[in-house]
């Protein structure tokens, strides 16, 4: 039987996607898989359609797909590959707009949850987070798909638990209470 704490954590991460996937965008973007490919492309520039759906967990057709969506609605250019056979993907500079847009919705979403906890709150919530993720991530691909829609740059600089993991490294340090 669920115990009261996951079925809250299971209401905080539905209020959380629900409230992502209700910010308004371009037809091209109305689900979560092609907001999350459009997200991995800028994070991972000039990745073959293979690496990216791996970041995503896209079978190649359903990945293959997404791109041609994105291409057609110009948010993302295909390039020669690393061979005859691959493309690299690049967003466009309407690509690069739009998931500066994206990550701006996430993070007024994400500020206002966390913006109801003091200091302390904050601080025990962060080691719990850095705790659970460490444990969580799997492999490699794994770690892609967590961090698809990620802002990575406070994380890496503070040391994101699903690289360290990811990597084979400790677990990162925890906010001293």
């Given at each position: 039987?669920?115990?009261?704490?996951?079925?809250?954590?299971?209401?905080?991460?539905?209020?959380?996607?629900?409230?992502?996937?209700?910010?308004?965008?371009?037809?091209?973007?109305?689900?979560?898989?092609?907001?999350?490919?459009?997200?991995?492309?800028?994070?991972?520039?000039?990745?073959?359609?293979?690496?990216?759906?791996?970041?995503?967990?896209?079978?190649?057709?359903?990945?293959?797909?997404?791109?041609a969506?994105?291409?057609?609605?110009?948010?993302?250019?295909?390039?020669?590959?690393?061979?005859k056979?691959?493309?690299?993907?690049?967003?466009?500079?309407?690509?690069?707009?739009?998931?500066?847009?994206?990550?701006?919705?996430?993070?007024?979403?994400?500020?206002?949850?966390?913006?109801?906890l003091?200091?302390?709150?904050?601080?025990?919530?962060?080691?719990?987070?850095?705790?659970?993720?460490?444990?969580?991530t799997?492999?490699?691909?794994?770690?892609?798909?967590?961090?698809r829609?990620?802002?990575?740059?406070?994380?890496?600089?503070?040391?994101?638990p699903?690289?360290c993991?990811?990597?084979?490294?400790?677990?990162?340090?925890?906010?001293?209470?």
């Amino acid at each position: 039987m669920t115990q009261r704490t996951e079925n809250l954590l299971g209401v905080l991460a539905l209020l959380v996607t629900d409230e992502m996937n209700a910010q308004p965008t371009e037809p091209a973007l109305a689900g979560s898989t092609a907001r999350a490919m459009l997200n991995a492309i800028g994070q991972y520039p000039d990745s073959s359609i293979e690496v990216l759906r791996e970041a995503v967990d896209l079978s190649h057709p359903a990945a293959v797909r997404a791109v041609a969506g994105l291409v057609e609605a110009a948010l993302v250019e295909k390039k020669s590959g690393t061979d005859k056979r691959s493309v690299a993907l690049a967003l466009t500079a309407s690509g690069k707009r739009e998931v500066k847009r994206l990550q701006s919705a996430r993070d007024r979403i994400l500020q206002r949850i966390v913006g109801q906890l003091d200091e302390r709150e904050r601080e025990v919530f962060e080691n719990l987070l850095i705790k659970i993720l460490w444990h969580e991530t799997r492999d490699p691909a794994h770690a892609m798909q967590l961090c698809r829609l990620c802002d990575d740059g406070p994380c890496l600089k503070a040391g994101c638990p699903v690289e360290c993991r990811e990597q084979g490294l400790p677990m990162p340090a925890q906010s001293s209470l």
